[in-house]
């Protein structure tokens, strides 16, 4: 063996050659870091994105001077100078129909007030510019805006606002809101939930307490893998083949005497949503079953309860936590998905809120999506403040299932 | 250097594993191109001790050492020594056989590649093929999978893995424990011929094997403070015939616990 | 009290002669099995519905004597309508931007997963992998969002009039970074099965960190890597929403990534999502696709399984 000694790099060689592997080794630990910042920057850019686009000067103006229509400065009008005005200045269809929504007295002095701007003195937003911009350019932005539009206004406005939230949509997007694509996804979640969650704790218990260990346990568990891997897309199609066509009597609600909607209705995309998350439930409803100690089943077999009563009284409620937050997550999921309410035919334009599973409906992500692929800036802005609500709706969900999961976490 | 007859040594040297004191105020000289058993009950440091020498330990976080310990004049634990170059001249071999999921001769060549090797790598892993008495067995089949191999036949590829960077001081943690006695005997014989060129250091549970294979050997027990410590080292044959310490004869006659 | 000890021991005496260890049959116990059972089942049924109900009307589109499986699979147009039935049109922008979308997150996602599983200290992971899973839970719609409003300008100032506004390369980059978490969790898994001893034996024969990493623990997690990017694959050729709304709107047989094309995905999103009567060749054509699609991914999600399921035999 001593001929070798000499071809292996010696003393001073070594250390030379060593310090070599250990620059290497430096550059590529750093190499291997900065894919981890990347995908930060990339999630930092995202957030930062929305929030920019969500803020910002906006320049509009009147196509109709409010003097036109009353002497009162506009931020002194009262509930009753509006009545009046919108009363003497609508045409009677508009006025009857918008009496036949809500009356027009029982409304707020806010409300009115956005009728008269939405309906009377019409707003026409003619640019708007990102919050950064906003901060950093405004004098800029005032000289520019000077220019083009010189008889525009000049606002810092944020489009994320109280009345976002409760204001129904709209076709101009400085009046609309999320109210009805909120309830709606709120439905779409809830029946797609009462759907899956008993369903998937069921099969989740039938393979984890029942199923024999044989072919067709093999094949089902498989499936369910592979169910938990098919493009949403792919859902959508199964939701319009199946819930909106075939089973049209009794999604559109015809079987039950409501006549005025076909099957894209709410019922029909909350199934489809509901089939979606299936695989998801009992994956995770399995994991928390197989979290649950054998002695706590020996035990509760050793004095004489029968299978289900062990299930019952003693896995299920050992592994609710687990069950519960994997729901959480499945709902999570339901509340972003988007593909599958585009094809089973979610309303892209809806102004009464949902009342009940046959009706049509709109969801929030429906809405981002159609608002993001218009072309005018101040749709992208509601489109912004849409994610906003929809990630704090998210951020709240996947916080609850953090706490439960703290709350309840055992050490066996 | 050349004469100086110690291959490697401690002075209270002690490894803590975060406020636990696993072994504690280890001296012992081992003496170079002979074999030294370490034996103990188990849970006495054995592990720790030897996994100490070539600095294993590092990749426990919890785990820090104190005391000395001395390869030719330098101590493995100070500052500016390099722990890859310490391991590099350190071979180990493991409990468990656990060659690389590659051929058998790319579980060769890699340490010696990795290591700036410049010679002929066929050779070198015929030689350390033949030194760990595997060649016959596997020159058909070099570019197989290492996986292929018996028990037996991976703990030697190990070894032969080993030898190829040609370390001055080879540690084994129980090398034989997971083969057969046939196995068993031709590691055995294996480590008598590896002596004329390296250190062996060996830490076994078989006190047959001790005293067979042995030139000196450590006894370790843990103190009530489950500390494991060595109570006595000494030439083989001293402490299999006429211990000084009640304990080792306790334990090498079978008595203990 | 002397008879009524007298009675209780009668009383135990006839209870033990007439207990019965045959076989009841319980029946709230049979129904809840049978129920358990139909629930278990469920799912093999939304596998047989999507099959026939893609199967059905994707037969339907075949039937049409206009088309046939050579202009399926050969013309480079595809508008049914008017006769015009070659998928290659649409198959091609998957193929560009999933490609694109893997040569992002396969390095980028595998680079991550080996941070995280051999250098990061538990501190920075605890930090690190939220981050992952916080990117990993943003509906995708957002992606598209992120895609056209701020990937898109940026691709703009770079490239110029060569770059059209919808493109497949802003709606395949944002893909990529949609995919990389999948790719580095799953991918971490596998580095971590790989069991200690391997690293230590590589450690002992003085190997650097980086030398155990690359050449010993990566190669050992192969299969599990590959694993998860064919589960990557497979999520990038069923993605929707980030190309419906940055990858362009018609189909278009390219493989420039500056140009505007529609994918398989993006094609059924857009014509499902306006006025669709049934029975038309436009409907019955989507369910073609549809069913080209659920293929595909289902072929990528056994192969994926499979080699998860072998690579775990190797080291459990
Ligand atoms: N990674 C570790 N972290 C904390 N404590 C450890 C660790 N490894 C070992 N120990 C503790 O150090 C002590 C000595 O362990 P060691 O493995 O060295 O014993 P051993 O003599 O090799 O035993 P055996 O003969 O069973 O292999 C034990 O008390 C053990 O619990
Ligand atoms: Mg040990």
Known sequence: MSTHTNTYPQGDAFNASLKTRYRVATIW???????????????????????????????????????????????????????????????????NKLENEQKLETRTQGELYTLFLERLVQIDTKATWSMTDSLF??????????????????????????????????????????????????????????????????????????????????????????????????????????????????????????????????LSAGLTMGILVLPLIIINAQEAIK??????????????????QTVWYHVLPNALPGILTGSILAISRALGETAPLIVVGASTFISLDPNGPFSKFTALPIQIYQWTTRPQSEFHAIAASAIIVLLVLLLTLNATAILLRNRFQRKW | MENNNYAIETNDLSIHYGKFTAVKNVSMKVERKKITAIIGP???????????????????????????????????????????????????????????????????????????????????????????????????????????????????????????????????????????????????????????????????????????????????????????????????????????????????????? | MKEEALDLKTAKAQSFRQIDLRKKTRLGEGTIQALLFLTGILSIFTTIAIVYELGKEAMLFFADPDVTLVKFFTMTRWQPGIGEYGIVALVSATLTTSAIAISIALPLGLASAIYLSEYASPKARSVLKPILEILAGIPTVVYGYFALLFVTPILKSIFGDGIQVYNMLSAGLVMGIMILPLIASMSEDALSAVPRALREGAYAMGATKLETSMQVVVPAALSGIGAAVIVGISRAVGETMIVAV?????????????????????????????????NTIDYTSLFAIALMLFLVTLVLNLISQWVVNRFRERYE
Request: aromatic share 10%; proline share 5%.
């Open chain 2, 42 to 257: 188990s849970g006495c440091g054995k592990s720790t001790l030897l996994r100490a020498f070539n600095r294993m330990n590092d990749f426990v976080p919890s785990c820090h050492v104190t005391g000395e310990l001395m390869l030719q004049g330098q101590n493995l634990y100070s500052r500016d020594v390099d722990p890859v170059e310490v391991r590099r001249k350190i071979g180990m071999v493991f409990q468990k056989p656990n060659p690389f999921p590659k051929s058998i001769y790319e579980n060769i060549a890699w340490g010696a590649r990795i290591n700036g090797f410049k010679g002929k790598m066929d050779e070198l892993v015929e030689q350390s093929l033949r030194a760990a008495a595997l060649w016959d067995e596997v020159k058909d089949k070099l570019q197989q999978s290492a996986y292929a191999l018996s028990g037996g036949q991976q703990q030697r590829l190990c070894i032969a893995r080993t030898i190829a960077i040609q370390p001055e001081i080879i540690l084994m943690d129980e090398p034989a424990s997971a083969l057969d006695p046939i196995s068993t005997l031709r590691i055995e014989e294996l480590m008598q011929e590896l002596k004329q060129n390296y250190t062996i250091i060996i830490v076994t549970h078989n006190m047959q094997q001790a005293a067979r294979a042995s030139d000196y050997t450590a006894m370790m027990m843990i103190d009530d403070q489950r500390a494991g410590g060595v109570i006595e080292f000494d030439v083989t044959k001293t402490i299999f015939t006429r211990p000084k310490d009640k304990r080792t004869e306790d334990y090498v006659t079978g008595r203990f616990g």
């Open chain 1, 29 to 95: 630990q750093f190499a291997f870091l900065s894919a981890l910042l990347i995908a930060i920057l990339a999630l930092t850019a995202l957030l930062y994105n929305v929030v920019d686009g969500a803020f910002g000067y906006v320049a509009y103006d009147y196509k109709k001077d409010p003097a036109t229509f009353t002497p009162i400065p506009v931020n002194e009008l009262t509930k009753e100078d509006l009545l009046v005005i919108l009363k003497e200045n609508l045409s009677s269809g508009a006025y």
């Open chain 3, 246 to 278: 940055a990858a362009g709107a018609g189909p278009n047989f390219s493989f420039n990534p500056l140009d505007a094309a529609e994918t398989m995905t993006g094609h059924i999103a857009r014509i499902s999502g306006g006025d669709l009567s049934y």
């Open chain 1, 137 to 266: 350019r405004s004098a800029e932005i005032r000289a520019e805006a000077a220019e083009k539009y010189p008889d525009a206004q000049l606002e810092f406005r944020s489009w994320l606002t109280p009345q976002f939230l409760t204001t129904p949509m709209s076709s101009k997007a400085e009046f609309a809101g999320v109210r009805t694509a909120v309830l709606g996804s709120l439905w779409l979640v809830g029946i797609a939930i009462l759907f899956a969650l008993p369903v998937g704790v069921g099969a989740a218990i039938y393979l984890q307490e029942y199923a024999p260990k044989n072919w067709l346990t093999n094949i089902i568990q498989t499936n369910i893998n592979n169910l938990a891997g098919v493009p949403s897309i792919v859902y959508g199609m199964l939701g319009l083949a199946v819930f909106v066509r075939t089973m049209e009597a009794l999604t559109s609600g015809s079987a039950f005497g409501v006549t005025d909607s076909n099957g894209r209705t709410v």
């Open chain 1, 291 to 308: 979290a649950v100690p054998d002695s706590l089943r020996q035990a509760a077999f050793g004095v004489g309860a029968t299978r289900w």
